[in-house]
């Protein structure tokens, strides 16, 4: 007899209740899914600046075999009334890949953001050093999703602890 793989079914959704003017500024990454245009990154930092034009300037920066890289990008809210922590962000011309905040806390210091796809998840803080409370909640949100936590891999933010 075979046996079916069980389809795991996640949550993308992005968290209702959002304020884009208090997202922006400075936020270390804690802890990703492996991907291709972040591999061997460390002390990974994302800045949110708003742009004269109402889109997001993004800037994420990190360390890779000791040499500084930038990527500059730009974001924006496609249905800032009815789903405003849904972003769309390019670092390429016109090509937009989604990025969903799925949890939040109440002081916007602490991120869990996802995509469309279930292969990218990110743990985002203010601080490069986050408590293991706060990690554990953060954890169980991502993992009642249906994120399997275990492939998340924790970003050195040796250099900009201080």
């Not at 742009?51 to 360390?63: F, Q, T």
């Not at 990527?71 to 789903?83: I, L, S, V, W, Y």
């Not at 972003?87 to 995509?115: C, P, R, T, W």
């Amino acid at each position: 007899m075979f046996s079916q793989a069980q389809e795991v079914r996640y949550d993308n959704s992005a968290v209702s209740d959002f304020d884009l003017s208090r997202y922006l500024g400075v936020w270390y990454e804690i802890a990703r899914f492996d991907h291709s245009f972040e591999r061997d990154l460390s002390n990974v930092m994302a800045e949110y600046l708003l742009r004269d034009d109402g889109m997001v300037e993004v800037i994420n920066s990190g360390w890779k075999k000791g040499k500084y890289k930038v990527a500059n990008g730009k974001a924006r809210q496609p249905d800032p009334d009815t789903d405003p922590a849904h972003l769309e962000v390019s670092f390429f011309l016109f090509f937009y890949s989604d990025y969903n905040i799925l949890m939040l806390d109440k002081d916007y210091q602490i991120a869990l953001v996802g995509s469309k796809s279930p292969k990218y998840l990110w743990i985002l803080s203010r601080t490069p050093e986050v408590s293991d409370k706060v990690l554990d909640h953060v954890l169980e949100e991502a993992s009642s999703r249906g994120y399997n936590i275990d492939n998340l891999i924790w970003v050195d933010q040796s250099a900009n602890v201080r």
